[in-house]
T-cell receptor, first 115, second 112 residues
Framework: GENVEQHPSTLSVQEGDSAVIKCTYS??????FPWYKQELGKRPQLIID?????GEKKDQRIAVTLNKTAKHFSLHITETQPEDSAVYFC??????????????FGTGTLLAVQP | NAGVTQTPKFRVLKTGQSMTLLCAQD?????MYWYRQDPGMGLRLIHY???????AKGEVPDGYNVSRLKKQNFLLGLESAAPSQTSVYFC???????????FGEGSRLTVL
């Protein structure tokens, strides 16, 4: 079955610096890779996703890159702000005919942005 | 539009007791999921459903059962609770058309 590894488990950066979180997946058939953000005591929420036919996707200060050959993908946050402090989860799944089946998550990264 | 609603939000059980967590969604989503969240373990998939009347095992299904009798509801049952099932449980739903999952607020379960 699918296995997703995520590093680092904790990350502390200064406000304005960049943060990078990396994930690897095991199932080469995986073709959908979302990232979720979970603030303290809240529910996880989707912040960005990428499909396997795309190598990079950007949304303002957030970008995700995918290397299918190496089976890893990364989240990049630039110009970090204190409100970026949260736990970030990567995930991977296999989509059949446009349908998402089971989504397997990494173990999470606690990002702390120091003012 | 309530989105995904979980009940109860908190529950304390004794070892061996049974209980059911209810998840309800009003977005007409085909897919529904139950995850548990433990410190350092991330979100682990317990069971999921791709449609009314169907269920499938996830990563950690042992000790849990589920039912999807109605499209909008997904029930998670613990027949004989164990301390190892102390966790925060999240329900989520999603559409075949997009990959995004919408999560409920979570249910904190403590088994003594």
């Amino acid at each position: 079955g699918e296995n997703v590894e995520q590093h680092p488990s904790t990350l502390s950066v200064q406000e304005g610096d960049s943060a990078v979180i990396k994930c690897t997946y095991s199932d080469s058939a995986s073709n959908y890779f979302p990232w979720y953000k979970q603030e303290l005591g809240k529910r996880p929420q989707l912040i960005i996703d990428i499909r396997s036919n795309v190598g990079e996707k950007k949304d303002q200060r957030i970008a995700v890159t995918l290397n299918k050959t190496a089976k890893h993908f990364s989240l990049h946050i630039t110009e970090t702000q204190p409100e970026d402090s949260a736990v970030y989860f990567c995930a991977a799944s296999i989509r059949y005919g446009g349908a998402t089946n089971k989504l397997i998550f990494g173990t999470g990264t606690l990002l702390a942005v120091q003012p | 539009n309530a989105g995904v609603t979980q009940t109860p939000k908190f529950r304390v059980l004794k070892t061996g007791q049974s209980m059911t967590l209810l998840c309800a969604q009003d977005m007409n989503h085909e897919y529904m999921y139950w995850y548990r969240q433990d410190p350092g373990m991330g979100l682990r998939l317990i069971h999921y459903s791709v449609g009314e009347g169907t269920t499938a095992k996830g990563e950690v299904p042992d000790g849990y059962n589920v039912s999807r009798l109605k499209k909008q509801n997904f029930l998670l049952g613990l027949e004989s609770a164990a301390p190892s099932q102390t966790s925060v449980y999240f329900c989520a739903s999603g559409s075949p058309n997009t990959g995004e999952l919408f999560f409920g607020e979570g249910s904190r379960l403590t088994v003594l």
